[in-house]
């Protein structure tokens, strides 16, 4: 039974450039959020999706980020032309959706370094 | 804002002492808290969780603590292991109100001396 699987695992890119951080949910699990975490930090949320559906991203900053979560096909976290402020690791969550607890299970990042 | 925080960065203990990693909350609305553990290069990985009706919690080796009156969180791990090295995270997630976001502590690296 995979767990939530991100790729690239790894990621470089010049200022400027486009990055895009796809997210593979657990079986069955609908909901999808996305972390930010830079060095020594906690993660930071950014954006909860459901298919088809952005549900809540206050965690977004407002210009050159967005994500999707499309029917079919894994949720992308999109960074138009990145900055060296992006380099972080971005973690993507899953989870049913179901029950009053609603555990989500992470994925292993994708870590972003802008040169 | 709220935020939910961590009082020590970094603790060290000897294989087979027991560990006690603390934490602070601001937000008293609070009602769902986890601990996570992020080893080098992973994600978080889920501990144990508490909702706010309880005080005490356990698992397996590990004890969740909360203490509403002074919004103070603990993870307490008993005889401590080389493998639990790692840096953990207790988070909140406001279940009320909707929504379904984590607000997650800075962290404490712990360190498991042989």
């Known amino acids: 039974n995979a767990g939530v699987m991100q790729n690239p695992r790894h990621l470089v890119r010049r200022r400027g450039q486009e990055a895009r951080l796809r997210c593979s949910p657990m079986?069955?699990?609908?909901?999808v959020y996305w972390y930010r975490q830079l060095p020594e930090e906690g993660l930071k949320f950014m954006v909860y999706l459901q298919k088809e559906n952005i549900i809540d991203e206050s965690g977004m900053p407002k210009e050159r980020f967005s994500a999707e979560f499309p029917k079919e096909g894994p949720s992308i976290l999109r960074i138009q032309q990145v900055v060296r402020g992006d380099s972080a690791a971005y973690f993507c969550?899953?989870?049913?959706?179901?029950?009053?607890?609603?555990?989500?299970?992470f994925g292993p990042g994708t870590r972003l370094t802008v040169t | 804002g709220e935020s939910v925080g961590l009082h020590l960065p970094t603790l060290s203990v000897q294989e087979g002492d027991n560990s006690i990693i603390n934490c602070a909350y601001s937000?008293?609305?609070?009602?769902?808290f986890i601990w996570y553990k992020q080893e080098s290069g992973k994600g978080p990985q889920f501990i144990i969780d508490?909702?706010?009706?309880?005080d005490k919690r356990q698992g397996q080796r590990v004890t969740v603590l909360l203490n509403k009156t002074v919004k103070h969180l603990s993870l307490q791990i008993a005889a401590t292991q080389p493998g639990d090295s790692a840096v953990y995270f207790c988070a909140e997630n406001p279940l009320t109100g909707g929504g379904n976001k984590l607000t997650f502590g800075t962290g404490t690296q712990l360190k498991v001396e042989l």
């Open positions: 508490i909702r706010s009706n309880m």
């Open positions: 079986k069955g699990h609908s909901h």
């Open positions: 937000n008293s609305a609070s009602d769902y």
């Open positions: 969550a899953s989870s049913s959706g179901q029950g009053a607890l609603n555990e989500q299970y």
